[in-house]
């Protein structure tokens, strides 16, 4: 079955501890990204990848980072959590001719 | 910004159509119009996609206007189980953006028994 899978789904953490959600893509999928929800604001893209070792800043890369190592996963890392990056996360891979997947998501909590 | 103007919520009835409008008056020529939704808060699903045709797949039927600045998502006969927020975008297919899926507020609709 196609699918986009994030780990954790649910995440509680403090503020400064680092922290990786994990994201992994099983349709060999070129371009993966990850997009932030929050209330008012929708789906707002924060990294994405158009390949192996290439990545780039979507509209609000500030306090993330991501590595794209193998064509399957984008994790998207936090180094310092700080409680404005409490926010749900999703994770997307498509390919040129493609709609795009999403994952399930991950609900992440900086306290 | 988004490149789409959707209503900011609808309600249908059980068993009859839902037909959700979206306004896309600066696309350009090589512009998919897109439909996802998003299910409380799961991550968004694809519906259905068009170019300038009309399309239908087993969920929904997507109608564009015949100069493409809007396009209505018809689901025929909508259940309880399609109260969602739906996405209405534009995007290409190949080149060097087609990732990129610019998400607007979306329509939130709501079937009702």
């Known amino acids: 079955e196609a699918q986009v899978t994030q780990n954790p789904r649910y995440l509680i953490t403090v503020t400064g501890k680092k922290l990786t959600v994990t994201c992994s893509q099983n349709?060999?999928?070129?371009?993966m990204s990850w997009y932030r929800q929050d209330p008012g604001l929708g789906l707002r893209q924060i990294y994405y990848s158009m390949n192996v070792e290439v990545t780039d800043k979507g509209d609000v890369p500030e306090g993330y980072k991501v590595s794209r190592k193998e064509k399957r996963n984008f994790p998207l890392i936090l180094e310092s959590p700080s409680p404005n990056q409490t926010s749900l996360y999703f994770c997307a891979s498509r390919s040129p001719n493609t709609e795009a997947f999403f994952g399930q998501g991950t609900r992440l909590t900086v306290v | 910004d988004a490149k789409t103007t959707q209503p900011t919520s609808m309600d249908c009835a059980e068993g009859r159509a839902a037909n959700l409008p979206c306004n896309h008056s600066?696309?350009?020529?090589?512009?998919?119009v897109y439909w996802y939704r998003q299910i409380h808060s799961q991550g968004p699903q694809y519906i259905i996609h068009?170019?300038?045709n009309n399309e239908t797949n087993e969920m929904a039927s997507l109608i564009i206007t015949e100069d493409r600045k809007s396009s209505t998502l018809i689901l025929p006969h909508a259940t309880l189980r399609d109260t969602a927020v739906y996405y209405c975008?534009?995007?290409?297919?190949?080149?060097?953006?087609?990732?990129?899926?610019?998400f607007g507020q979306g329509t939130i609709l709501t079937v009702h028994p």
């Open positions: 600066t696309i350009s020529g090589n512009e998919y």
């Open positions: 349709m060999n999928h070129e371009y």
């Open positions: 975008i534009v995007s290409v297919l190949g080149g060097t953006s087609y990732g990129k899926l610019t």
């Open positions: 068009g170019l300038k």
